[in-house]
């Protein structure tokens, strides 16, 4: 047998416990970078922003893989699937494809695809007062008034607001909604989506007086009830004015302790104390 020295003995225990610790070393660093495999699925997207009434075709569209977990429901798998499909709502860059945001198969692509089985689209004339500046854009919900000569006659005109809460489909012969919003774009026309009632109201209108459009927020779903003006009220009532914001209640009043009496006693004398 060979006999080793102490020294090669430390050597050779040193380089055992130094492997050992490399084989460790390697195995956490191997467990903590180790890449999770998740299952992943196909998925259609948007390649570039599309606006309604426009029908799809492969330049618009991309494939992408996404973790199966995220997928939302109704996604498009396939771009042979939604071949010459027409867009309902405005899609985004990168947005997955949904079924649900697709008018039925067949439909034509363009603004009358979009139409609701009972409404139709109205356009009417505008100008840079009666479109609200050219901030109207297509989405938006208007109301419409109109001004024209009052039934009693005697020269009275009468305003009255006939439509309201009414979608703004275009402007001019332009259905992009991508269009910026901050710039506005003054046009001769714009669509609005109506019932066949709403259009033969507002049809009548355009002929016998002038209409304007008024801009609504999109939250307000309330229907105004008003009388309309004539001419001879716009100075035999009082004026209009902004309700008043509701003021917080005030903080009831601190009231001052109630006093407190006491009794002295000095001696044979009692004295009553007010504190």
């Given at each position: 047998?060979?006999?080793l ?13 130094g492997?050992?610790?490399v084989?460790l ?7 903590r ?13 948007a390649?570039?922003d599309i606006?309604?009434g426009t029908a799809?075709e492969p330049?618009l569209?991309r ?8 997928i ?13 499909r ?6 985004a ?8 945001k697709l008018?039925?198969e ?7 695809g979009?139409?609701?089985p009972?409404k139709?689209?109205?356009?009417i ?6 479109g ?6 297509p989405g938006?919900?208007?109301d419409?008034?109109?001004?024209l000569?009052a039934?009693?006659?005697q020269?009275?005109?009468i305003?009255k ?7 703004v489909l275009?402007?001019g ?6 269009a910026?919003?901050d710039?506005?774009?003054v046009?001769n ?5 109506v019932?066949p009632?709403?259009?033969?109201a507002?049809?009548?209108a355009?002929?016998q ?15 105004f ?7 001879s ?7 209009l004015?902004t309700?008043?914001a509701?003021a917080?209640?005030?903080?009831p009043?601190r009231?001052?302790?109630?006093a ?5 006693i000095?001696?044979m004398?009692r004295e009553?104390?007010?504190?």
């Open positions: 047998m060979v006999k020295t102490p020294g090669v003995k430390y050597f050779l225990l040193a380089c055992l416990v492997l050992v610790a084989v070393i390697h195995r956490y660093i191997t467990t970078t180790q890449v999770v495999q998740v299952p992943t699925g196909q998925v259609v997207v390649e570039v606006a309604p799809l330049r569209l494939v992408d893989q996404w973790p199966r977990d995220i939302p429901p109704r996604t498009v798998r396939s771009p042979q699937e939604v071949q010459g027409v867009v309902q709502t405005f899609i860059k990168g947005e997955p494809i949904l079924t649900t008018a039925p067949g439909t034509a692509a363009g603004l009358g979009l139409l609701a009972d139709l689209a109205v356009t004339k505008t100008d840079e007062v009666t609200v500046a050219g901030f109207i854009n938006d919900r208007v419409v008034l109109v001004e000569p039934p009693e006659g020269g009275e005109h305003s607001i006939i439509l309201q809460n009414i979608k275009s402007k012969q332009i259905f992009d909604p991508t910026p919003k710039k506005p774009q046009v026309t714009v669509t609005l989506e019932t009632e709403q259009a033969e507002l049809n009548l355009t002929f007086g002038k209409i304007r459009l008024a801009l609504r927020n999109q939250l307000n779903q309330a229907m009830m008003t009388k309309g003006v004539v001419t009220q716009l100075v035999s009532r009082p004026a004015a309700p008043p509701v917080p209640p005030s903080p009043e009231q001052a302790p109630a407190v009496s006491i009794e002295v000095k001696g004398k009553a104390a007010q504190l």
